[in-house]
């Protein structure tokens, strides 16, 4: 069953260990249409990262991240050198922030889709 996931590598080598945060719930397939809010957080003081869906954590693992030095990647990954993992869906409303999110503040993104203006 496919999940949602949130991953970091461990440095930028083609031997890289990839840190993977999955969803609890498989990704309902069915409910086409649908709206899913996610929220990967990188936490560096606490050395781990978080996956949260629809407000709530989902999954956490220990990671000591890398300093990349090329571009944030929605959709797809990048893996020994190839670009793999493509979602096929829509990526909608994306908001990237410095510094690290409480759960409460995750919990408010999460309200409902964004509204056309």
Known sequence: MPRWGFS????????????????????????????????GVYDEVAKQIRLYVNGYLSDFRPSTGWHAGGGLQLGRAKYRGAYTDYFTGDIDDVHVYTGVLTGAEIAALAQGPPVDG
């Open 8 to 39: 970091t590598p461990s440095d930028d080598t083609d031997t890289e260990k990839m840190t993977v945060a999955k969803s609890a719930d498989p990704i309902d397939c069915s409910a086409l249409n649908s709206w899913t809010q996610l929220t």
